[in-house]
Structure formats: C-alpha cells, structure tokens
C-alpha cells in the first residue's frame, strides 16, 4: 500500500500541535497519542435517489453511509460507510479528504472546487483535457472508463485510469466532475491500487448518486441566523455588564490524555486554569489610552505542561494570560511557550493587541506578535474584524461561564474569532443545548471544521472537551493528578504539579 500512504503524506496537514480548545500553542505530539478518527460534518435528511441517471453503479456504498452537509460548497452526500471527512486547514479555499479508516486504508478521495480560465466549458472537456495530459506523461496512464453523466439535474463526468507504477504496482485514479457553474467544477479525485479499484469505484459512483445542491436562499438564511444570534449574544453581554459574574476566582485542574494504538490511555499534559476581575496591567503588556494598565476586566489565566517525550524527560511548559476590558472595547493577551529537554531551553511568545476605539482610532485592528528566541525576527499579522461580531480570546476560554452568566438555553451562533493554528479570524461556528446537567456546545473553528465537543456543568465550568484529533480535556483535582503523574513515573516537582 505504498503508493496509498505516499499520497496520504502528501494531502496529510501536519504543524504544531495546537489545542484548539484552549487558544494557546502546544509542542508536537507523536502519532501514537494524537491519533484519532475526526468528526464528519453534520447530517441532514436522505436524498430522493430518482434525480440521478447516467451508467453508476445501482448499490450504494452501504446502506449505513452517512448523509453529510458541506456547507461551504452548497451541496450534501453520502459519506461511504467506514470512512472520515476532514476538511483541509485552509479557510478561504475549501478542500476536503474522504479517507477510509480501514487497516490498511482501500482508497482516498479528494473533494476540490476547480475554476478553469475559459468562458464556458463542461465536465467532458475537462475529463478530455486530463486524458490528454495523463497521456503525455511519463509512463501513460490507460482510460478504462470515460463516461458523462447528469447529477442532480446537471452536467457531469466520470473517468477512472489505470498505470503500473516502477514497483510493479497498479496506481488507480478516478475522477468525478460536476458542473458548478459556466466555468467552475466540484471535483472527486479518487486514488486507489488495482485490488481496491471495485470498492473505490462503487464509494465514487455513491458519492455521485447522492450528490445534492442545497438551495442557495437556505444556505444564505441559516447563515444570517447564526450571524445575529452571535451578535444578539456579544451585544447583550457588553450592555448588561455580564462578563464580571464570568470570573470565579477559582483554580481548576485538567488532565490532558488520548488513547493510544492500542487503546489505552494515554497522558499529554496538564492544564491549570483560573479566571478573575483583573487590571489591564495583570497581562505585563502597556497598550495605549491607559499608561498605568488599570482599566478592569476579565483575565484568563492558564498554565499548562505537555509532555514531549513518555518519560517526561521533555517537556514544553505555557503560561498564557488573557484579558477583555468588562465593555468588551479592548483586549489584550500574552502567551510564553519554554520547551526543556537536556538541560536547554527553547522559547516562543506571542502578544495580542486591540486597542479601544478613539477618535483618532475608529477602527481599531487587532495586531497578533509571535517571536521566537531562537531568531531576532518576529512575524506581526493585523485584522480589523467588528467588534460586535468578534468574539474575544477570553471569552473564547470561558464560554461555558458566559452562557451561564447569559443564563442562555440552546443556540446556535458564529462570530469571527482568532485561531492561533490558521493565524487568521475565521467565522467561527459555536452550537450549544442546554439541559439539567449543564451545557454541551459543539465548537468548528471555521465552517464544516470537524467539531471539538466540549461539556460544561450548571456552573459552566468545563467538565470534559474531546478534540477532533483524539485528545481528551477531563476537570480532574491536584491531589488526583498528582497521584496519577506519580503512579506512572512522571516528574512532579519543579514547574509540574
């Protein structure tokens, strides 16, 4: 399955190890305890088969595939049964991966909007036009199925092509195109080895067969929705003054952990967390407007150890402060990352600024730092999003609180929010029901982003998050951490616990 995994390196998005959760940056992690299945997208009703013609398959993948909206490209499929869709880390191009989670792996298949430069073409020029480069190329690959179609009420195409690759093995490529627009495309591209080519053709022919425009008006209502009710929120909560009942003045204690291959447990760290009305100057950075830094507001204050090797021997320590003035008009962070391993030190920071509004100022942006002792450059990016519709970092780490604080029932919101792994201020999507035992609110850093599922109890403290990666957020309290880091030989002196 060596040409399966060499195209799996190529598509896979690798970086620092970011928890998304908790806004601040973590060291890399190995495979083993980061691994996991992600979160498709969300469901929505089957689809009327009767809309389809063309020569597909007649059976569908299995018939426990998973109906699967992707919002950002205005269209809903079956997801095929046993597999994954993880959208691309990019925001403003959508690009996703359907990757069966089989062992070893049967097939891929990317999903991509495609643009071509001329006025009009059709999915079967464009199927002519990549026969006519595959041809061209080294070692030429051999059509083995060339056939149009018609998706959903319009124009599509379907090639699948064969050639044996230096090792002797059968590299296997299917192509799905559909019509979008006069000159624009969605295209599945699956790759495959020849003894897996039944099983891909049947998930391609599924996901074609499935394949479903949503309306255009709904897409743009349901997004408008959400728009206002996180306006309605952040709004409310400036105005009534709520976010001083956010802060406890409280210590709490999590445990970070994943499974590993063979399904156990398996500790990455420690998380400690408090939240308290504080003076702008409790962040150690001076901003303009306020010299003394005693303006009022909520801070957030974390303090985490990651473990970069088993044993503990390596370890990357966070102190990460946050603060929002209590009108919501200004904010500030700092965040230090050291990493210890062998008696050296590597350190990383990263500065957050958004001053208030002033006359001279009247749109305000917020400037993001990072710098890196081991070089004398820094790297500044700067946004300018709304302030009404902007959800701040401190609010980000204490939602729970701020629902509790709104005393608010289910919703379903987005605002734009910064996210340190894209370095950008995506439209974040937050959705949320509330019952007894407290909140649950399902979290995508931007649209059709699988989810991080964090539960928060009637207090609105965080009780358990599950990232999309596989990592585990548990309330946990010293004594039992201590206990735990105890019992499996892990340091707990110094900086730890």
Known sequence: MKYLRDMHLAIRYRGRLILAAWIMVMPPIVDSWCGGAQESAPQVPDADQSKVDGVLSDDLTSPSALRTRIESLGFDIDLPAGTRLIRDAVVNRPGFTILDEGTPPRFSIRIDP?????????????????????????????????????????????????????DGTVGVMGWGVVQFGPSSFVVFTATTIGAQMPATERALDGLLKSFRFVDAKELRETSGRRLVAGERLLVMIASQHRLESVADHRVHWYRLWTLDRNGKQGEIGYLRTESMVAPRSAVGISASGDRAG?????????????????????????????????????????????????????????????????SGEPFPSLVVSDSDSRTTAGDSHQWT???????????????????????????????????????????????????????????????????????????????????????????????ALVARWRSLGLPTGGTTP
């Open 385 to 479: 999003p709304p302030v009404e519709r902007y959800l701040t970092q401190a609010e980000s780490l204490q939602l729970g609180r701020v629902l509790m604080a709104m005393e608010s029932a289910d919703g379903d919101a987005t605002w734009f929010c910064f996210d340190p792994r894209l370095k950008a201020v995506p439209l974040r999507r937050d959705s949320w029901t509330k019952s007894a035992a407290g909140w649950e609110v399902r979290t995508q850093a931007f649209i059709d982003a699988p989810p991080t599922v964090s539960r928060y109890g009637p207090d609105g403290h965080l009780l358990r998050r599950e990232e999309p990666g596989g990592v585990v957020t548990e309330a946990t309290t010293l004594e």
């Open 294 to 358: 005693t303006r009022t507001g909520l801070l957030v204050h974390l303090q985490s150890r990651t473990l970069l090797s088993p044993d503990g021997k390596a370890v990357s320590d966070t102190d990460a402060k946050y603060w929002v003035a209590l009108d919501r008009s200004e904010e500030l962070w700092s965040i230090v990352v050291t990493d210890r391993a062998g008696g050296k030190l590597k350190s990383w920071g990263q500065s957050g600024v958004r001053p208030r509004v002033t």
């Open 114 to 166: 495609m643009a071509v430069d001329r006025l009009i073409s059709t999915p079967m020029e464009q199927v002519d036009q990549h026969v006519s480069l595959a041809a061209g190329a080294d070692g030429a690959w051999t059509v083995i199925r060339r056939d149009p179609l018609t998706v959903d009420g319009v124009d599509a195409a379907v090639l699948w092509t064969t050639r044996t690759l230096k």
